[in-house]
DNA sequence: CTACAAGCTCAAGTGAGCTTGAAGTCAAGT
DNA sequence: ACTTGACTTCAAGCTCACTTGAGCTTGTAG
């Protein structure tokens, strides 16, 4: 048992599954060296690099932006501590942000639906300009969003 | 100008685009009478029922799960505070949990990541258990998580 | 009467995030 | 030598929530 990992490994260690690991390589977002028979060969840092995949993924980041925050990485030593919560730097606010809007949505249970304000137009709970963003369910443009040219 | 509403009109009221409403018509979570033209009358009542499935969604629901909601909604009478009130009943501690775990993500910004601990069979932060769900971005099912039959 | 905007249907496309299948290679055990 | 299982690539499939496009009809303003 050297410290390189097969991608069985990998997969069993991180719960995340082969074929996304694959992909997640082919999306740059992970590396792996290769064995003589071609097969891949996974440092053991790939599975904290696994697991900040999945945080940023639980916050609400997309693959493409999770990219962007690994590629800040720096090349030229193995990520330290310091390293990784500076990526993490800007969350912070986007998490309050989402908890903010939940916890406007959860006061509306009891406030705001049923009762005469349950209109698109005049409640604050669900007008246009807090349904920009993309934290909602499935990929779609939010209702009222431009779409990017 | 009477109180059937067309479906470009609709859409300007709510927000939602006349083709999504069309889309919903087809998934029977809104539904319409027609003109003798063909063209889609909606009643002003419609708007409310576009109001819930827009805020059902920022909270997490799929549209399936909303027309079952709204399959709940007495046919014998026009909805009012009470029958609002009952489908969101249920919705309090789903919102209560999303807001703890992005409390606890949070949490893992300042203490975890980075640390020794930000490793997946470990952290009780993205251990396997807190993945299942499906309030993350894109439809998927998440890591670990069997898919329906 | 003529534009032209708005509506219709139906099929196909989009995007994220994967999974699945086909067809083949490689490594280990019997 | 043979089987089994883990691995490879590449293409295609899948879900969700829509949007877009083609081709046609309807409604309205001048």
Redesign the pocket.
């Given at each position: 048992m050297t410290d390189l990992l097969?991608?069985?490994?990998a997969?069993k260690r991180s719960g995340?599954?082969?074929?996304?690991?694959?992909?997640?390589e082919d999306?740059r977002l992970i590396s792996?060296e290769?064995?003589?028979?071609?097969?891949?060969?996974y440092h053991r840092a790939v599975l904290r690099r696994i697991a900040f995949?999945v945080f940023a993924?639980r916050i609400g980041?997309?693959?493409?932006?999770?990219r962007g925050e690994l590629d800040k990485l720096p090349g030229d030593h193995a990520p330290n501590r310091r390293d990784w919560s500076r990526l993490s730097a800007g969350w912070t606010s986007r998490i309050d942000e989402r908890i903010a809007e939940l916890e406007r949505l959860r006061a509306g249970l009891t406030e705001c639906i049923g009762c005469g304000c349950l209109s698109l137009d005049r409640c604050r709970l669900v007008n246009p300009g807090d349904r920009a963003g993309r934290s909602?369910?499935?990929?779609?443009?939010?209702?009222g969003d431009p779409?990017?040219a």
């Open positions: 097969t991608i069985g490994e997969a995340v599954a082969a074929s996304a690991l694959r992909f997640y999306k792996s290769r064995a003589g028979s071609g097969h891949r060969r995949i993924q980041l997309t693959l493409e932006e999770i909602g369910p499935g990929p779609r443009y939010w209702v779409r990017p």
